[in-house]
């Protein structure tokens, strides 16, 4: 059982947060790291980043674990038939131009691109569809957007779709309103997909005094946020806001595996 763990979520492309990531790997040789998911667009850097963590997890597959976004899955969806384009609208086109630049020195229109990544990528794109969506690590679960908490058993009873898609369902006792919801599970979560700029709310009954800061640093724009209500285990949030492709790393936190507290970070 792995005492520490180093997790990353929402890459986004952005290789200079891979370069981080490595930074603390040097640091805490023993801890394993868990990527969040979403590797694909934002910045151009999409494909590197795959490579690099596909890399890593084969080098290290007992110290690497590597989680599945809605980005992963957009793109999955689009490799597997050319009509479902979402991922095109939402960064897919750029990403797509940048590999097969890598690939073959050239970019070309959206069906001869999908080809030629199918044609060249195959290994790759079944580890990525292999990859799990969510898993525990001793009192820590970790998960791309969240767990449905209509559900009787929301860790084991949660859809895929919905642990990489949900945002205020996850958030908010009500979608509606901006309440935080209570974590019954008796774990420690740790999830991405929302950029935490956008997570505000209060505490049930607005008793918000005198429990645990929400917000890690209020000077940063997308810092760690941790939601706990008294006598229940926190959720953390550490989406850093990368898919904005600006120059901001984003976040990093080492966990206690063991209490599910932050012995280390990095926040851009």
């Not at 792995?2 to 986004?12: G, Q, T, Y």
């Not at 290994?123 to 990859?131: D, G, I, K, M």
């Not at 956008?198 to 005094?209: A, R, V």
Request: aromatic share 12%; hydrophobic share 35%; net charge negative.
């Amino acid at each position: 059982m792995p005492k520490l763990i180093i997790a990353a979520s929402d890459v986004h492309g952005n290789v200079a947060m891979l370069d981080k990531v490595a930074e603390f790997q040097k640091r805490y040789p023993d801890a394993t790291t868990v990527f969040g998911g979403d590797y694909v667009d934002g910045h151009k850097e999409g494909y590197e980043v795959l490579r690099r963590i596909y890399d890593m997890s084969h080098a290290h597959p007992e110290q690497v674990v590597v989680l599945r976004g809605n980005h992963d899955d957009m793109m999955l969806n689009f490799m597997n038939n050319y009509y479902d384009r979402l991922w095109l609208w939402n960064g897919g086109k750029a990403t797509m131009k940048e590999w097969c630049r890598i690939l073959v020195g050239r970019a070309g229109h959206a069906a001869w691109m999908r080809k030629t990544i199918l044609e060249h990528e195959a290994p790759l794109l079944r580890w990525l569809s292999s990859l799990p969506y969510t898993v525990t690590l001793g009192q820590m679960v970790f998960v791309h957007a969240g767990f449905d908490w209509k559900q009787h058993h929301p860790l084991t009873e949660t859809s895929p779709d919905k642990m990489v898609w949900l945002r205020e369902e996850y958030l908010y006792t009500n979608p509606d309103v901006p309440i935080f919801a209570h974590n019954p599970t008796g774990k420690v979560i740790v999830s991405g997909h929302t950029p935490t700029v956008f997570i505000h709310g209060s505490y049930e009954h607005d008793e918000e005094q005198g429990y645990p800061n929400q917000i890690a640093d209020h000077r940063l724009p997308c810092p760690i946020k941790k939601i706990q209500y008294p006598k229940e285990a926190a959720r953390y949030f550490i989406d850093g806001g990368n898919h904005g492709g600006d120059n901001r790393l984003g976040n990093i936190a080492v966990f206690n595996v063991e209490d599910g507290t932050i012995v280390d970070k990095y926040q851009d």
